[in-house]
């Protein structure tokens, strides 16, 4: 099956630096990347996601790449805030089960204001 | 914006019994999903649901697992005889019909088996 490995496992930056976040996964038939958000107490909050398709999307301050050949991608966040500290997952789904997600570890990032 | 709700958000049970997890997916979703996740693991997939039947199912999902959707609002996750393993963060998500339609999830319960 699927396997999803997410570097690091915590990141400190300072506030207004730029996040990375790095997922590897295994199987070449997996074609939505998703990337969520898990703040204390919460359930993971979707904040963006990417389809195989598309090399990269970008919303404000996020963005996401996709590397197929690689089988890699990554989120990025730039001009980061304190809210932006939180846990987040890298995900991977193929052929129509778009909802059977394989998750990463988490990254939990935090950004010192 | 919408939301799945789940309820309790924490439950605490003794090893041997049976636990039921509820959930309300968003009111126009189609799929339902059931993922855990143990303290310091990967989120990790139990079970898919879709037109009142399993529709896929983790090598987790053994035979102490259940799942229903007794109305049409709500889905529940039954754990029959509870094991000190069965200890996570159970989280319920559904998503709609299209094609390319996220995943979006609920707060969880936290299950604590003593």
């Known amino acids: 099956g699927e396997n999803v490995e997410q570097h690091p496992s915590t990141l400190s930056v300072q506030e207004g630096d730029s996040a990375v976040i790095k997922c590897t996964y295994s199987?070449?038939?997996?074609?939505?990347f998703p990337w969520y958000k898990q703040e204390l107490g919460k359930g993971p909050q979707l904040i963006i996601d990417i389809r195989s398709n598309v090399g990269e999307k970008k919303d404000q301050r996020i963005a996401v790449t996709l590397n197929k050949t690689a089988k890699h991608f990554s989120l990025h966040i730039t001009e980061t805030q304190p809210e932006d500290s939180a846990v987040y997952f890298c995900?991977?789904?193929?052929?129509?089960?778009?909802?059977?997600?394989?998750f990463g570890q988490g990254t939990i990032l935090t950004v010192h204001p | 914006e919408p939301e799945v709700t789940q309820t309790p958000s924490h439950q605490v049970t003794q090893m041997g019994q049976e636990v039921i997890l509820r959930c309300v997916p968003i009111s126009n979703h189609l799929y339902f999903y059931w993922y855990r996740q143990i303290l310091g693991q990967k989120v990790e997939f139990l079970v898919s649901?879709?037109?009142?039947?399993?529709?896929?199912k983790s090598e987790i999902f053994d035979d102490q697992f259940s799942v229903e959707r007794p109305d049409g609002s709500n889905f529940t996750l039954k754990i029959r005889s509870t094991k000190l393993e069965d200890s996570a963060m159970y989280f319920c998500?559904?998503?709609?019909?299209?094609?390319?339609?996220?995943?979006?999830f609920g707060n969880g319960t936290r299950l604590t088996v003593t």
């Open positions: 649901f879709y037109n009142n039947e399993i529709s896929e």
């Open positions: 998500a559904s998503r709609g019909q299209s094609y390319n339609s996220p995943l979006h």
């Open positions: 199987d070449s038939a997996s074609n939505y």
């Open positions: 995900a991977a789904a193929g052929g129509t089960s778009y909802g059977k997600l394989t």
